[in-house]
C-alpha cells in the first residue's frame, strides 16, 4: 500500500562496540556490512533515513554518502548512552519536517522486508485508534525495528536524558501495539564476536 510521505527511518549506530572489539556497524553481512543493510532495509519505505554516528561518523561516511536521501548527525557526547542517540535523532525526524519513524539498531542484521512492511503496515492501522507505537514481538520478546508515531517521539524527547527507551517504553505499554512477528531478526543482538561467528553459521 502506499506509504505515508511523512515516514522517516533513523538508526542508531553511535556505540563503541567495546564487547565486539570492532564497529558493529561495518561487520560484514551477506556481501555488505551491518550499516548498509540496514539502510537498505529502511530505506524503500522512508522519504529519507537519518543514521546516528558516534567518534565512528569518519569511517561511516563512505557507507553512508553513496545512498540517496541518507543523513549522518553525530552525537557529540556517544558515551552517554544509546537513548541520547535515540533523542538526536528523533530531533532530526522532526527538524525535517517528519512526524513517524521507523526506528532500529545497527548491531543487528536488518528485518526480513516482509517485515518491515507489516510493521508500517499495522502502524497505519492502528494510529488512527490511539496508540503510539508499533513494537515487533517474537517469542514474546520485543525488538527492534519499532514504529513510532509523533505522540511517542515527544515521549522520548521530553524524557530526562538520563532515562532509558525501555523505561519510557514501559511506561506507555497500554498505548503501545505489540504486534507478533515470525522474523527471528527483530530480537537478534550482536554483542560479542563469538555471537557474531554463531549469526554468520
Partial sequence: MARSPNFAGLILAAGDSSRMGRDKALLPWRGKTFLAAAIESLAPHTELVIVVAGKNSESLKPIIYPFAGVYLVENPTPELGQFSSLQIGLREVLNHG???????????????????????????????????????EFNGHH??????????????????????????????????????????AVTTNINTPEEYEQLQR
Wanted: aromatic share 8%; glycine share 4%.
Fill in 98 to 136: 517528519r512526524d513517524a519513524a521507523i526506528v532500529t539498531l545497527v548491531d543487528r542484521p536488518p528485518a526480513q522486508p516482509a517485515t518491515v512492511e507489516k510493521l508500517l503496515d499495522r502502524f497505519l492501522q492502528v494510529v488512527p485508534l490511539g496508540w503510539w507505537a508499533v513494537i515487533p
Fill in 143 to 184: 525488538g527492534h525495528p519499532i514504529v513510532v508515531g509523533r505522540e511517542m517521539i515527544e515521549a522520548f524527547l521530553k524524557a530526562p536524558a538520563s532515562s532509558t527507551a525501555r523505561e519510557i517504553e514501559h511506561s506507555l505499554q497500554k498505548i503501545i501495539d505489540y504486534f507478533p512477528v515470525s522474523d527471528p
